[in-house]
């Protein structure tokens, strides 16, 4: 593992990987106190249950939006029984450690939802299941034509698959890395900006990402990619993003539909988007500002 000619030049300088890795507590930036090598709870805690089928316990970042965005156009689309309550976790709390978000969710990511219109309740994790699952239910934004159905699910996990060298990868080293290391930065930023060349070219010969048709393709890469198009991590002019016209087009549809609008507010708890909504139990708290909540 070590070649001394090349380990000064190592971040820190001299640094070799051990035979054995041992977690370093202090050790990974900005979510060092929420990351771990172990899974499992931390504390006990009951997850609140509200009136409706639906019971979504999130955050409102890309993950968690593209989940409120389905939630949101299904009942634009009239799809009453998709009605939710969307409770706030506190990620950096450590709320998705509790026992009763573990009991939803093994992996404690957001978002996790328990479906109560099924008897026995059926939980859901992981974000491209969920809108799986949820198109599937109500046979909405999901293609039956077998060569538009198979294109909706290869870009739903291209996303999933994508998304986290963008998030974790470019993201975390540009943005909360505790130092800037030039070799992971330019790794990652290339990687980026290969994905946004994949979407960009072809966005050109389609007008949502499966044609005419708007699908669960669009809601998933969205949150992701339109936020990479506009404010995610300060990026933009580092990364270029003016060169996607054809991705910028898309972004310019997508955000104008007003069920995006809705979704991408939930769970939110600070601007952008404006107005944020940290909790959602009823259409109506869409009217109230932030200020009339507090």
């Known amino acids: 593992m070590s070649d001394s000619n090349t380990d000064h030049l190592n971040q820190p300088a001299g640094y070799v990987p051990p035979k054995v890795w041992t977690w370093d507590k202090n050790n990974g930036g900005k979510f060092a106190n929420i990351n ?19 019971q979504l316990y999130s955050l409102g970042t890309p993950n968690g939006q593209k989940v409120t965005i389905l939630l949101e156009e299904l009942l634009a689309a009239g799809h009453s029984g998709a009605e939710y309550d969307a409770w ?25 939802m328990v479906d109560y219109s099924t008897n026995p309740a059926t939980n859901l994790f992981e974000s491209g299941s969920m809108l799986f699952y949820l198109a599937e239910k109500f046979g909405a934004f999901l293609p039956t034509e077998h060569y538009a159905r198979a294109a909706t699910m290869n870009w739903l996990m291209w996303q999933m698959g994508s998304a986290p ?3 974790g990868g470019f993201g975390h080293f540009y943005a909360y890395a505790p130092f800037k290391m030039e070799y992971a930065i330019n790794r990652y930023a290339m990687e980026t900006k290969r994905q946004l060349d994949v979407l960009d070219k072809h966005l050109a010969h389609h007008e949502y990402m499966i044609g005419e048709t708007y699908t669960i393709a669009d809601m998933a890469i969205y949150p992701w990619y339109g936020a990479m198009m506009r ?15 054809h991705l910028n087009r898309w972004v310019e549809l997508i955000e104008s539909r007003p069920a995006v609008q809705r979704g991408i507010r939930v769970n939110r708890v600070a601007s952008p988007p404006a107005n944020p909504l940290p909790e959602r139990h009823d259409a109506s708290d869409f009217d109230q500002t932030t200020e009339s909540k507090s």
């Open 231 to 245: 404010t995610a991590y300060n990026a933009q002019e580092f990364l270029s993003v003016h060169e996607y016209t």
């Open 165 to 167: 060298f963008v998030g």
């Open 36 to 54: 771990r090598p172990v899974s499992g709870a931390t504390h006990e805690k009951t997850l609140p249950k509200g009136r409706h089928p639906f």
């Open 88 to 112: 706030l976790i506190r990620i950096g709390d450590g709320d998705q450690f509790s026992s009763g978000f573990i009991s939803v969710n093994p992996n404690s990511k957001i978002p996790a």
